[in-house]
């Protein structure tokens, strides 16, 4: 068997490993192994982080919805980075929303996997008079961003630094099923982000109206971008990793070391998820 068809390694955690969680959000949960990484030397990840890794010295690389967030340049530079710094047969895994299936299912008429699988209750949406039903469900997940308004919603965490009201474009909902049936996955995503306030939807700060907190907020992106397992398999393959392939939801040991429950509810039952190791 040819190197590159071999499966990866599955990692002894009961072994001294490194780990990233790219893009962690602060989640690090203090998780022996891993390393959270947001923020090097003081800035956010950008075109000119390097990771702060020596080569081929990181066991896996793990990323749970934060390549939405970020442009396909900045997906490749990470994918690069993380190809680098992986030991060979390192794994690299990441979770996004799972686009193809929830515009497939937007497309056919099958409500129920988007109720089951994708719809949470959205108070925000009530404040701003918006139908919390499938079509603006999906659209939420292709494409949102903050308006500068605080958050009343109880589905945030207490200590939610930000409490940014999250929106979506207003669009009818038959249009955009009908735009589902027709368009593909990346056609879909390049609408949904024209109809979005361009000033907002790739706002890095905004200030807040009747915030506590003084002059701008720093933000991160809203969802920006999308994928699938090809367009993964692309961006591994140009990094000199393998192609990506998709899993079923994980249940191995890398979540009772990672801690961050990303198995479960809405992220584990509507991700896609996808895992390629350097050759």
């Known amino acids: 068997m040819s190197d ?7 990692l002894d955690f009961s072994q001294e490993w ?4 790219l893009g962690s959000g602060g989640q690090t949960r ?4 891993w390393d959270g990484i947001d923020i090097i030397g003081g800035k956010k990840l950008s075109l000119e982080s390097i990771l702060p890794y020596e080569d081929h010295s990181v066991d896996y690389v793990f990323s749970s919805h934060f390549f939405e967030h970020i442009r396909d340049d900045l997906a490749q530079h990470l994918i690069n980075e993380s190809y680098r710094v992986l030991k060979h047969r390192g794994t690299i895994r990441i979770t996004t929303p ?3 299936k929830m515009k497939n299912a937007l497309a056919l008429g099958d409500e129920s996997y988007i109720r089951e699988n994708l719809m949470v209750e959205r108070l925000d949406w009530d404040r701003l008079g918006y139908a919390n039903n499938p079509a603006n469900t999906v659209v939420h997940y292709y494409c949102n961003y903050k308006n500068g308004v605080e958050s009343t919603d109880s589905n ?3 200590d939610y630094i930000w409490k940014a009201m999250c929106t979506i474009p ?7 099923i ?3 049936q027709k368009m593909n996955v990346e056609e879909f995503s390049a609408w949904l982000l024209s109809e979005c306030p361009q000033e907002l939807i790739y706002a890095e700060e905004l200030e807040y109206e009747n915030s506590p907190i003084p002059g701008p907020r720093s933000l991160g992106l809203g969802h ?7 367009k993964f398999s692309e961006f591994f393959t140009n990094a000199g990793l393998s192609k990506a392939q998709e899993m079923q939801k994980p249940s191995d040991q890398v979540f009772n070391v990672h801690g961050t429950g990303e198995d479960r509810g809405i992220r584990g039952r509507g991700s896609l998820w996808v895992e390629g190791y350097k050759i």
């Open 4 to 10: 590159s068809n071999k499966p990866p390694i599955t």
């Open 18 to 21: 490194v780990g990233i969680n």
């Open 30 to 33: 203090d998780k022996p192994g």
């Open 98 to 100: 799972h686009f193809e």
């Open 156 to 158: 945030l965490p207490p």
């Open 170 to 176: 207003q669009i009818n909902s038959n249009l955009v």
């Open 178 to 180: 009908e735009n589902a």
């Open 224 to 230: 920006i971008n999308w994928w699938t397992c090809d």
